[in-house]
């Protein structure tokens, strides 16, 4: 397979410096933002609402308890 | 803050902790188990919350602490990156295309955990590196080179060529000049 290594040299310097990469730059912040946007948007499961509730039940029940931080 | 308040504020928080604990573990399967025990822990610590400071940043230290010490190891061998987005494209589809966001992913998912935790910390979830270098304990200088690390090593996994022979960037460009015909 042919590859221009002068190219490659060229573009992973230019990478190293901080030079002409700033287009790249803003595509890859553009592409973190819109994979991390999917991430937060997708579904919340019931499953976390179900277990806050069923807490605050709890605490309504019984007096608040010493804190049982385990770290 | 009254029960009820905090118990509100977790929840507008529950999308955000998923999104990040996804991305500490590379697993959505996963992510969810450290959400849950962090929304257990936050519940029996919220005399320890300061009302006024970043709800989002304290809940971060938790579920951080909690990855680490419980799920990391764990998250080794349920590490289901390639697969684990399929499917989900649909949300930033206006923005950026599949084919992009894929390529990036498979780059993001290469990145050493502790460059990927800074990157995405800084660049998506909106804390500031004083938030940022709190969270995970460290100096700020530190999360900023471990930002700049991630941003070189990125820039230089999505440089290179890919399988189909053509850098990330002009097939990023060919999309957007494909649907800006398709548009027309």
Known sequence: MRRDHGADAKTSREVKDGRGGSKLQETIGRSLKAHYSDLVHAPVPDKFLELLAQLELKEQHSPPQESNDER | ?184
């Open chain 2, 1 to 184: 803050m009254s029960a009820d308040t905090f118990k509100d504020a977790l929840i507008a928080e529950i999308p955000n902790l998923r999104a990040f604990a996804a991305s500490l573990s590379g697993s959505v399967t996963l992510a969810d188990d450290v959400v849950q025990d962090t929304l257990l822990r936050a519940w029996s610590n919220s005399d320890k919350f300061q009302e006024g400071t970043n709800l989002r940043a304290w809940l971060f230290t938790i579920l951080r602490n909690t990855y680490y010490s419980h799920y990391r190891k764990r998250a080794r061998e349920v590490q289901d990156t390639d697969g684990m987005y399929a499917g989900r494209l649909a949300v930033a589809g206006d923005q950026v295309s599949h084919l992009e966001l894929a390529d990036f992913r498979k780059a993001l998912a290469k990145l050493p955990p502790e460059q990927r935790e800074a990157l995405t910390m800084i660049g998506a979830t909106g804390l500031s590196y004083e938030e940022a270098a709190e969270i995970c304990g460290v100096a700020i200088g530190t999360i900023k080179s471990r930002l700049n690390r991630a941003r070189t090593k990125l820039a230089e996994l999505l440089s290179a060529e890919g399988l189909e022979g053509t850098r990330w960037e002009s097939r990023i460009s060919e999309a957007h000049n494909a649907r800006r015909s398709n548009e027309r």
